[in-house]
Structures are given as structure tokens and as C-alpha cells.
């Protein structure tokens, strides 16, 4: 996001003239609402151009599964992410149980 956009966690949907609803996620309209997954690309190259071509703007990252590879590729996933001005939605795939999903959820707080 840019130093600009105001951060806040609000969400809100507006009309436009024509009746079309127009969706605000943190102070940034969303113009596409396709929510593409992070997970199982074969490399980071076919990561990137999956999300540009779709014109995603919202992404999902499993913190777990991110996690569990070499902390070079783990910060090399999240640069990418970063470099690419998406809204990160972090989840909690990949927990075993709520206690651990609660704890990966909290940290996901300084992901996003």
C-alpha cells in the first residue's frame, strides 16, 4: 500500500450512479474481487504472473506453510508479495488445532 492510503481495518461497499457496488478494504477500493491463493505454484515466477494476469488484488498466505521452508525462501515469498502492492489476507492453514491457529492468527498481524 502506499504511504497515502490511510490504514484502517474498515470495510465498506458503496453504490456507484449505476447500482454497482463498489468495495473498500482498508481505505483502498478493490476493483477485483477474485481472491487468489498462494499456495502450490511451482516457483515464485509462475506466482507472479498468475496474480498479474488474473488482476488479483487480494492475496491468501498460509503463515504455516510459509514458515516451514528456509527462512530465505519464506522472506523471499513475502518481498514478492510486498513488491507487488497486494492486500495480503493471511490464514491459518496448515494448524492442527485452535490454540495453534489462534497463536498463527495473531502473528499474522504483523504480516499484513
Known amino acids: ?3 497515502n492510503t490511510p490504514q484502517t481495518d474498515e470495510v465498506r461497499i458503496e453504490m456507484d450512479s449505476h447500482g454497482r457496488g463498489r468495495v473498500f478494504i482498508g481505505g483502498r477500493e478493490i476493483k477485483n474481487r477474485l481472491l487468489l491463493g498462494s499456495a502450490k505454484f511451482p516457483s515464485p515466477r ?9 488482476g488479483a488484488e487480494i492475496i491468501t498466505a498460509s503463515l504455516r506453510r510459509q514458515s516451514a521452508g528456509s527462512q530465505e525462501d519464506g522472506e523471499n515469498f513475502w ?12 490464514n491459518t492453514a496448515g494448524c ?17
Not at 509462475?46 to 488474473?54: A, K, Q
Not at 518481498?79 to 493471511?90: A, D, E, G, Q
Not at 492442527?96 to 499484513?112: K, Q
Open 79 to 90: 518481498k514478492l508479495l510486498r513488491s507487488m502492492n497486494l492486500h495480503i489476507l493471511p
Open 46 to 54: 509462475v506466482l507472479r504472473d498468475s496474480i498479474e494476469r488474473s
Open 96 to 112: 492442527r488445532s485452535a490454540h495453534e491457529a489462534i497463536a498463527t492468527a495473531r502473528m499474522a498481524r504483523g504480516v499484513s
Open 1 to 3: 500500500m502506499s504511504e
